[in-house]
Nanobody, 123 residues
Framework: QVQLVESGGGLVQAGGSLRLSCAASGRTFSSSVMGWFRQAPGKEREFVAGISVTGGNTYYANSVKGRFTISRDNAKNTMYLQMNSLKPEDTAVYYC????????????????WGQGTQVTVSS
């Protein structure tokens, strides 16, 4: 498995931007499909974005499409989530996760998780 650590969360005003990072350790990062999830208080964990092993293909939840961009740098063992035009409803703890399969959005399809980073968007 791969060990994951998120960073980059914080407090931002609506309309602002943040860039999250997910640093991975272990040899399997460059062979893993990666994804971002988020969980708001009292809600289930939901899929945000996913990226293929090479980074050439991505997929997004409809709620963030056009505002968020997922990317990865396999040489640096790091994945990113650029979040623009943030809204108060984007407030949540954001998690990165690794999977063996591309295109899946269910949390049970991801085998390794980070500890999460808090994103708070004020109105």
């Amino acid at each position: 498995q791969v060990q994951l650590v998120e960073s980059g969360g914080g407090l931002v005003q609506a309309g602002g931007s943040l860039r999250l990072s997910c640093a991975a350790s272990g040899r399997t990062f460059s062979s893993s499909v990666m994804g971002w999830f988020r969980q708001a208080p009292g809600k289930e964990r939901e899929f945000v974005a996913g990226i293929s092993v090479t980074g050439g293909n991505t997929y997004y939840a409809n709620s963030v499409k056009g505002r968020f961009t997922i990317s990865r740098d396999n040489a640096k063992n790091t994945m990113y989530l650029q979040m623009n035009s943030l809204k108060p409803e984007d407030t949540a703890v954001y998690y990165c996760a690794a999977s063996n399969w591309y295109g899946y959005t269910g949390p049970t399809n991801f085998h390794s998780w980070g500890q999460g980073t808090q994103v708070t968007v004020s109105s």
